[in-house]
């Protein structure tokens, strides 16, 4: 990262011009004076306070004499002969990063002597990636659903003229209000006439009547969402600074959010629009979620698990081999979409022995927990 506008940006040291011929006088003693620093630190075997001793008094000096300095001090003396394999080996690589910094700190003295030489201000650009990818997608559709459990209650009554089981009561209804009812669960009725007489009398019509009560299982709920195409977007942020005093101030700062998709995006990143950024997508992800339905768990506290593809009902449809048939409507009840014209469609009873109160009842669906008193099919 670049210095923030707040920070101190790198000493800039004088530079005092001198004749060759002082330079290396200058030199000389130095390099005499740093030889005995180092030619103690060998004796001693404690080199990290000569070391920086010796890093501080160079970086303070003109790069001139930094060079001058250099070339001679890092070439290891005799004495070194004397030390130990590992101490010797351990001075010269400590001599050698004391090179490299006194190399960066002269390259760096040189871009600034270019600059002032050119006229031009010490000017620095920052480019930084804020966010590297953002994909936006828009979500199209949108409800709660339930795996439900489903309980059949059936009654069969001998008698075709009874009223407790009719078409009237039973036919393209739903169950009336009882201390079972609450926003979780729903029930819906269905009539079977003309059974076998099993259990009654020959010349009896049975007839058979159901209560079809559905609920969340274990009130686990999921969301469903219809994901379509993403538009993606990388976000930069670009600042320039001048050099004032000894600190880098802040003079023009832009925030660019990019689209990735649909070609090159060519932005200007300046203020006075001399300065451009151009972007451009490597291509489609690899693992990009495709359009269409998808689905997640939810908890109590809203949250959501991870989104997972498979046939689903879109929000128009009713389509009970696929998950989502059994849903929540804008009131907070779950329900069957038009589940009092499709229940007759969907659930099948028959009679096994009406007097015995025995029947089969299936449900022509997918995708539930199935409880259906007297015989037990799913």
Request: net charge negative.
């Amino acid at each position: 990262m670049l210095p923030s506008p707040e920070n101190k940006g790198p000493i800039v040291r004088a530079r005092i011009v001198m004749a060759p011929e002082d330079q290396q006088e200058v030199a000389k003693i130095h390099i005499a004076y740093f030889t005995e620093i180092l030619g103690q630190a060998v004796a001693t075997r404690n080199y990290i306070p000569a070391f920086s001793k010796v890093a501080e008094e160079l970086n303070l000096m003109p790069v001139e004499l930094q060079g001058l300095i250099s070339r001679t001090l890092f070439q290891p003396p005799e004495s070194y002969e004397y030390c130990g394999a590992v101490e010797r080996e351990a001075m010269e690589k400590a001599l050698e990063s004391l090179a490299k910094i006194a190399e960066l700190e002269a390259r760096i003295q040189d871009l600034e002597r270019t600059a002032e030489s050119s006229g031009d201000e010490k000017e620095l650009l920052m480019v930084e990636i804020k966010r590297l990818r953002e994909s936006l997608r828009a979500i199209t559709q949108r409800y709660t659903f339930g795996i439900p459990e489903v309980h059949a209650n059936c009654i069969c009554e001998c008698d075709a003229t009874a009223s407790t089981c009719t078409a009237e009561s039973h036919q393209f209804t739903a169950c009336p209000e009882s201390d079972k009812s609450d926003e979780s669960t729903s029930c819906y009725r269905t009539f079977f006439p003309n059974q076998t007489p099993i259990g009654c009398s020959e010349d009896d019509s049975p007839k058979l009547c159901c209560d079809v009560r559905f609920k969340p299982y274990k009130n686990m709920t999921f969301l469903a969402v219809k994901l379509e195409q993403p538009t993606t977007y990388a976000t930069f942020v670009y600042a320039a600074y001048d050099f004032v005093n000894g600190y880098w101030v802040e003079k023009d700062k832009t925030t660019i959010r990019s689209q990735l998709d649909g070609g090159t995006q060519d932005r200007h990143l300046d203020s006075k629009r001399r300065i451009s950024l151009a972007v451009t997508a490597g291509g489609r992800a690899s693992h990009q979620l495709e359009t269409g339905m998808y689905f997640s768990r939810t908890s109590n506290g809203g949250e959501t698990e991870e989104l997972r593809m498979q046939p689903l009902n879109e929000i128009t449809d009713n389509n009970f081999d696929r998950l989502g048939w059994y849903r929540m409507d804008e009131t907070g009840h779950f329900h069957v979409n038009n589940g009092v014209v499709k229940m007759d469609d969907i659930h099948k009873a028959k009679v096994k022995n009406c007097k015995e109160q025995t029947y089969r009842s299936i449900l022509a669906a997918n995708n539930y927990v199935g409880f259906f008193f007297g015989i037990f099919i799913r």
